[in-house]
């Protein structure tokens, strides 16, 4: 069973900071299959990255995902005040257990 | 649009079922792979179970298998989730969401909420 391990937990940053969070996995991951959603409280969760680096329709070009084997990153890279949430990384039936993104 | 749309939530006593549903438009349901996702409260996201677009395909995650059941009813854009036995660690907001490939949910629904408790 893969395990998905985000880290940090919580990070607190600013508005217009770049901010690069980690998903690294148990063993070596097909990259197709990982993808990143971005929760805010009492909302399901949106897409943001699928196959790694490929951003889903409508979201912001700041958004980018990158890596392979077991480390992948998402990096905003200006972040605007409705970027503050919870971001989880995902391989096909495991999530990890998400970074939070608090305002400093 | 695509919508997706849950309902069926509530409280249950341990030991009860529940059957949720999830109403879907705005897009060829019958094509799509569909998941179902939980979170219990303040926590992270767990993948549940899936179906294949003609429903003759299941997976489960280990602690629901043999107690629920996700099926589909193409004819009404329906997706379900059959809950039976429920335990305390059942309690989550379930999410219903598209599968849009290499198991990539692209739609979610806003979730419904099962409370298993006495």
């Known amino acids: 069973e893969i395990v998905l391990t985000q880290s940090p937990g919580t990070l607190s940053l600013s508005q217009g900071e770049r901010v690069t969070l980690s998903c690294r996995a148990s063993?070596?991951?097909?990259?197709?299959?990982l993808a990143w959603y971005q929760q805010k409280p009492g909302q399901g969760p949106r897409l943001l990255i699928y196959?790694?680096?490929s951003r889903a329709t409508g979201i912001p070009d700041r958004f980018s995902g990158s890596g392979s084997g077991t480390d992948f990153t998402l990096t905003i890279s200006r972040l605007e005040p409705e970027d503050f949430a919870v971001y989880y990384c995902h391989h096909r039936v495991t999530f990890g257990q998400g970074t939070r993104l608090a305002i400093k | 649009e695509v919508q997706l749309v849950e309902s069926g939530g509530g409280l249950v006593q341990p030991g009860g079922s529940l059957r949720l549903s999830c109403e879907v438009s705005g897009f060829m349901f019958s094509n799509y792979w569909m998941t179902w996702v939980r979170q219990a409260p303040g926590k992270g996201l767990e993948w549940v179970a899936q179906?294949?677009?003609?429903?003759?395909?299941?997976h489960y995650v280990d602690s629901t298998r043999g107690r629920f059941t996700v099926s589909r009813d193409n004819t009404k854009n329906s997706l379900y989730l059959q809950m039976s036995s429920l335990r305390g660690g059942d309690t989550a907001i379930y999410y219903c969401?598209?599968?849009?490939?290499?198991?990539?949910?692209?739609?979610w629904g806003q979730g419904t909420l099962v409370t298993v408790s006495s």
């Open positions: 196959g790694t680096s």
């Open positions: 063993q070596t991951l097909d990259s197709s299959w």
């Open positions: 179906v294949n677009p003609d429903g003759s395909e299941t």
């Open positions: 969401a598209r599968d849009f490939g290499w198991a990539t949910l692209d739609y």
